[in-house]
């Protein structure tokens, strides 16, 4: 009897045991903690791929895996998946929208659940491919290089991998204000790959760089004369692909003229002149008032002057040596001599005092001439009003 007890009692604590295992294994991943995650598309036209797996002692078990899309009935799907040996996965693909998006997953076996998980996600926009990079001028030194995305609040977080073009290069930098240092002035060609979550994106600027415009000075070389050209010259002390505009004063006004320009203005005035030296990157503009006059005369009109003057010179001089000689012969004849070579002293000093006149004119003469013709070969050089 004793051992029929004892055989008794070990059976009902062996069939005690096995429903306390069996009890176990009907809820045996209760309590896990499910592992999700979020495959991102290609392309925001895509669906979304959400993976959900967990370890269990479940071995080989079928597992009913029950998911919402933004706690919402008619976004959930419902799917059957066996374990393989203790790993239990599955996965569900959802079309939606830009945004934020809140998911939950949870995992049943014979109707009890076992794991579940939730989870938020923001699912961004592809790049744009109107995205553009800057800037396309700088100065010498460090420059502000970025890229403009037009639907940046809707991208999330992008990553930019840059190339500079002189060598340097930076990974995984933002895409705002990324400084960097250009030391010589040149053309550089920039790249960037800009990738989110769902795109990737090439773009390429050329940046100038450039020295900038300083101390812009202007001057004038050549008479402020009506009608004839006047020569300008501008110059500046640095600047690097530097360009001129020019405003005359009389309604004419020139870009990429050059810095030595000529102009013949239109009329005898004041004629306020500006001139800008001007880059990609900086600007130096000077101004001078130019008071346009007309000239005495034409040094091409010197040697006809001349001409004329020495002809009137010569005449005069005949007509009085010819007047003298005319008297002087009167008186020979009503002294009834022949002798013409007869001359009183009274006359000699008479004819003397004439010749004396004559010569004396012709030096005056012709010692104005050489003045006049050295006032039209040289000239003062007017002063230049630079403001």
């Given at each position: 009897m004793l051992r029929l007890a004892c055989a008794l009692a070990y059976g009902l604590v062996l069939v005690a045991m096995l429903e306390l295992v069996c009890a176990e294994d009907s809820h045996p991943g209760l309590g896990?903690?499910?592992h999700l995650s979020v495959v991102f598309p290609k392309s925001d036209q895509q669906p979304v791929q959400l993976t959900a797996d967990f370890d269990s002692v479940l071995r080989d078990r079928t597992i009913t895996w029950v998911w919402y899309l933004d706690q919402s009935a008619n976004k959930s799907q419902e799917h059957e998946s066996t374990c393989e040996g203790?790993?239990?996965i599955d996965h569900a693909n959802f079309t939606i929208a830009v945004g934020e998006h809140n998911v939950s997953v949870e995992a049943f076996h014979n109707n009890s659940s076992v794991?579940?998980?939730?989870?938020?996600f923001y699912l961004p926009t592809a790049i744009s491919p109107q995205t553009t990079l800057g800037p396309r001028f700088a100065p010498t030194g460090e420059?502000?290089?970025?890229a403009a995305i037009p639907n940046a609040n809707l991208t999330g977080d992008v990553s930019c991998n840059w190339n500079f073009g002189d060598g340097a290069v930076s990974w995984g930098a933002s895409c705002t204000d990324v400084p960097h240092i250009y030391a010589a002035p040149g053309m550089y060609n920039v790249t960037v790959l800009l990738s989110n979550a769902v795109s990737a994106l090439n773009k390429s600027v050329s940046v100038q760089i450039q020295d900038r415009v300083t101390q812009l000075e202007l001057k004038v070389y050549t008479p402020y004369y009506l009608g004839q050209p006047i020569q300008f010259n501008a110059s500046v002390q640095s600047g690097s692909h530097v360009r001129y505009q020019w405003v005359f004063g009389d309604g004419h006004a020139y870009y990429d003229l050059g810095p030595h320009p000529q102009h013949i203005f239109p009329e005898a005035r004041p004629f306020r002149v500006n001139c800008t030296a001007y880059n990609g990157v900086s600007h130096d503009t000077v101004s001078m008032l130019l008071v346009v006059g007309v000239p005495a005369?034409?040094?091409e009109?010197?040697?006809i002057a001349l001409a004329v003057g020495v002809s009137v010179g010569v005449l005069v001089a005949l007509v009085l040596v010819g007047v003298?000689?005319?008297?002087?012969?009167?008186?020979?004849a009503k002294a009834e001599t022949a002798d013409f070579t007869f001359i009183s002293p009274r006359a000699k000093q008479r004819l003397g005092r004439a010749r004396a006149s004559v010569s004396e004119r012709l030096a005056n003469f012709v010692h104005q001439f050489s003045q006049r013709r050295q006032g039209y070969s040289t000239f003062d050089e007017p002063t230049d009003t630079e403001l």
């Open positions: 896990r903690e499910i203790n790993f239990c794991a579940s998980a939730s989870a938020s420059v502000l290089l970025q005369a034409s040094s009109s010197a040697p003298a000689y005319h008297r002087y012969y009167r008186r020979a």
